[in-house]
Nanobody, 128 residues
Framework: QVQPVESGGGSVQAGGSLRLSCEAS????????MGWFRQAPGKGREGVAS???????NYADSVKGRFTISHDNIKNTLYLQMNTLKPEDTAVYYC??????????????????????WGQGTQVTVSS
């Protein structure tokens, strides 16, 4: 599946957990990446976590130790486990993937310009 499809968003109280899922196959040839981005009201889109075809993960400083990205090759699904959620995590979360032969995403995994396919987004709301 080329076009990512996100699910799993919702509302939760601070300190709670959510797991986002993204149905999208990862290319098995050529360096490529998949990632989670988010956009809060009035703010730009920011990278949250990424996973590349070498199995390397990257996290934004704001989510390190709280979020975990993983990919299931059998189910062709990318996950984002979000624990200890904070009100500032409130945003629309997007799943994105690059085309193959996009090794530039290895060095700059949170540069949205490297990602060609985007999902529609799923809302995450964290209340205090």
């Amino acid at each position: 599946q080329v076009q990512p499809v996100e699910s799993g968003g919702g509302s939760v109280q601070a300190g709670g957990s959510l797991r986002l899922s993204c149905e999208a196959s990862m290319y098995t040839f050529g360096s490529n990446c998949m990632g989670w981005f988010r956009q809060a009201p009035g703010k730009g889109r920011e990278g949250v976590a990424s996973y590349n075809s070498d199995g390397i993960t990257n996290y934004a400083d704001s989510v390190k130790g709280r979020f975990t990205i993983s990919h299931d090759n059998i189910k062709n699904t990318l996950y984002l486990q979000m624990n200890t959620l904070k009100p500032e995590d409130t945003a629309v979360y997007y799943c994105a993937k690059t085309l193959p032969w996009q090794r530039a995403c290895f060095a700059r995994p949170f540069d949205p310009s490297h990602y060609q396919h985007w999902g529609q987004g799923t809302q995450v709301t964290v209340s205090s």
